[in-house]
């Protein structure tokens, strides 16, 4: 069998099979649904206890707008008491209003012996924005005033058609555009940070406990390092694949267990009829010729040129950083070490992906352009911009350039290995790594 696979094969069954990638790889999809329906879940959790708040109003015209509900209940106090400031009181929050908001927008306090509570704090200001309103549109003295500015507030959604090349139209959105760019770049970045790191690491484990030497003997320096970006890739895709069909799982469990605790698609008619006093099924046709158009739009993305580039510059991006990380680690004894040669490198990484979000708005951009073209940076900038339409020579060009880097730095990280894996108990130089660079 070739040594190559041999390494490969050590270096990829070695890792799926310890207990912390295992545990890592089944724990994490569960930790990411954690992360997105924990908050979502605390939020609609609100105490059964009904709370107490005392609105203190001087100008005698608030106060019968407070409706009390299984939230609040407010009631009327003339001044302020001292028993509303002792610890053992049940009064949640005092409400002082000593003038007329429409006169002196300041007008409102909230007291509190903790901290108030956002809801709260939010009740009361749309209560008296309401109020608020209403009485700057009487002081105009035209009937109907409030109707009338009501039906001028129209909103309107623009809708985007794109041009083909042979006149025709089709829907676009640049959200999902964006949305699919981003995350395409987003799995580049993350990939290659964390299994490039990875290399690294068992380079250096490898080469602190003196396993080098014996490997050495037997298969040359090259195969050895090609055989671990390998291995290691093959392990991130395995954990990419099993991620993704958990996360699936896990998403649609948890969507449709919300759904039915939250009464989402339990008679929407007749909730949102109560709201807007629209016609439900209208609101019904609308929502879905928007869905339609979204699905549309969805559709008509350049989804085999994204998923074909996507694997191309993944491909290269993740060469290029593995081959550089396996050097570093080859090149050093400890972790504190490698941090001077990688972090100007990680550095421009994070610079592509800071480009990459300055380019959304103008995906043609100087800044755009460029940073899609210089390969430290193309992986995670031009997957931004495939979505909308890059030309074809562009791509091309940056691919080119990708690649002729990632080949430059496979063979100077092998040059760099052979020597490096061998040496022990100093600190290389920047010099000395150029220097083992022109060894034959």
Same mark, same amino acid.
């Given at each position: 069998?070739?040594k190559?696979?041999?390494? #490969?094969?050590?270096?990829?069954?070695?890792?799926?099979s310890?207990?912390?990638?295992?545990?890592?790889?089944?724990?994490?999809?569960?930790?990411?649904?954690?992360?997105?329906?924990?908050p979502?879940?605390?939020g609609?959790?609100?105490?059964?206890?009904?709370?107490?708040?005392?609105?203190?109003?001087?100008?005698?015209?608030?106060?019968?707008?407070?409706?009390?509900?299984?939230?609040?209940?407010?009631?009327?106090?003339?001044?302020?008491?001292?028993?509303?400031?002792?610890?053992?009181?049940?009064?949640?929050?005092v409400?002082?209003?000593s003038?007329?908001?429409?006169?002196?927008?300041?007008?409102?306090?909230?007291?509190g012996?903790?901290?108030?509570?956002?809801?709260?704090?939010?009740?009361?200001?749309?209560?008296?924005?309401? /109020?608020?309103?209403?009485?700057?549109?009487?002081?105009?003295?035209?009937?109907?005033?409030?109707?009338? #500015?009501?039906?001028v /507030?129209?909103?309107?959604?623009?809708?985007?058609?794109?041009?083909?090349?042979?006149?025709?139209e089709?829907?676009?959105?640049?959200?999902?555009?964006?949305?699919?760019?981003?995350?395409?770049?987003?799995?580049?970045? #993350?990939?290659v940070?964390?299994?490039? +790191?990875?290399?690294?690491?068992?380079?250096?484990?490898?080469?602190?406990?003196?396993?080098?030497?014996?490997?050495?003997?037997?298969?040359?320096?090259f195969?050895?390092?090609?055989?671990?970006?390998?291995?290691?890739?093959?392990?991130?895709?395995?954990?990419?694949?099993?991620?993704?069909?958990?996360? +699936?799982? #896990?998403?649609?469990?948890?969507?449709?267990?919300l759904?039915?605790?939250?009464?989402?698609?339990?008679?929407?008619?007749?909730?949102?009829?109560?709201?807007?006093?629209?016609?439900p099924?209208?609101?019904?046709?609308?929502?879905?010729?928007?869905?339609?158009?979204?699905?549309?739009?969805?559709?008509?993305?350049?989804?085999?040129?994204?998923?074909?580039?996507?694997?191309?510059?993944?491909i290269?991006?993740y060469?290029?950083?593995?081959?550089?990380?396996?050097?570093?680690?080859?090149?050093?004894?400890?972790?504190?070490d490698?941090?001077?040669?990688t972090?100007?490198?990680?550095?421009?990484?994070?610079?592509?992906?800071?480009?990459?979000?300055?380019?959304?708005?103008n995906?043609?951009?100087?800044?755009?352009?460029?940073?899609?073209?210089?390969?430290?940076?193309?992986?995670i900038?031009?997957?931004?911009?495939?979505?909308?339409?890059?030309?074809?020579?562009q791509?091309v060009?940056?691919?080119?350039?990708?690649?002729?880097?990632?080949?430059?730095?496979?063979?100077?990280?092998?040059?760099?290995?052979?020597?490096?894996i061998?040496?022990?108990?100093?600190?290389?130089?920047?010099?000395?790594?150029?220097?083992?660079?022109?060894?034959?």
């Amino acid at each position: 069998m070739n040594k190559t696979l041999i390494i #490969i094969l050590r270096e990829y069954t070695t890792r799926v099979s310890k207990k912390s990638f295992i545990l890592l790889t089944l724990l994490m999809p569960f930790l990411f649904a954690a992360i997105a329906t924990v908050p979502f879940l605390l939020g609609k959790i609100k105490s059964d206890e009904q709370q107490k708040v005392v609105i203190i109003d001087k100008t005698g015209q608030y106060f019968p707008l407070f409706h009390s509900d299984e939230h609040y209940l407010f009631s009327a106090e003339k001044a302020l008491r001292p028993e509303f400031k002792s610890d053992t009181t049940d009064v949640e929050a005092v409400v002082l209003i000593s003038d007329l908001v429409s006169r002196n927008p300041k007008a409102v306090t909230i007291y509190g012996k903790r901290e108030i509570q956002t809801d709260l704090q939010r009740t009361i200001e749309d209560v008296l924005t309401t /109020q608020l309103r209403k009485e700057k549109l009487k002081a105009y003295n035209i009937p109907q005033l409030d109707n009338i #500015i009501d039906d001028v /507030q129209q909103e309107f959604s623009v809708t985007t058609v794109k041009w083909g090349k042979d006149g025709e139209e089709t829907f676009s959105s640049s959200d999902l555009a964006i949305g699919a760019g981003f995350v395409f770049t987003m799995l580049i970045y #993350i990939f290659v940070l964390t299994y490039g +790191g990875m290399v690294m690491q068992s380079v250096m484990e490898e080469k602190t406990n003196r396993i080098m030497e014996i490997m050495v003997s037997s298969v040359k320096p090259f195969q050895l390092m090609m055989g671990k970006i390998i291995g290691v890739a093959l392990v991130g895709f395995t954990q990419l694949l099993i991620w993704g069909i958990m996360i +699936g799982i #896990i998403t649609t469990v948890v969507g449709s267990l919300l759904g039915a605790d939250t009464g989402m698609g339990a008679a929407p008619g007749a909730e949102l009829t109560a709201i807007t006093g629209a016609d439900p099924q209208a609101l019904a046709q609308a929502a879905s010729g928007d869905n339609n158009e979204m699905f549309t739009a969805l559709m008509n993305l350049p989804l085999l040129e994204l998923g074909v580039m996507f694997v191309l510059y993944f491909i290269g991006g993740y060469l290029l950083f593995a081959s550089f990380f396996a050097a570093v680690g080859a090149s050093v004894n400890a972790q504190e070490d490698s941090s001077q040669f990688t972090l100007p490198v990680i550095l421009l990484m994070m610079f592509g992906l800071y480009a990459a979000m300055g380019s959304v708005e103008n995906t043609n951009g100087p800044l755009a352009f460029w940073a899609s073209l210089f390969p430290l940076t193309s992986p995670i900038v031009m997957m931004v911009r495939i979505p909308f339409s890059v030309p074809l020579w562009q791509e091309v060009l940056s691919l080119v350039l990708l690649y002729a880097t990632s080949l430059g730095m496979v063979w100077a990280a092998a040059k760099i290995y052979r020597v490096g894996i061998l040496m022990y108990g100093k600190k290389p130089t920047l010099k000395e790594m150029l220097k083992w660079m022109r060894y034959k």
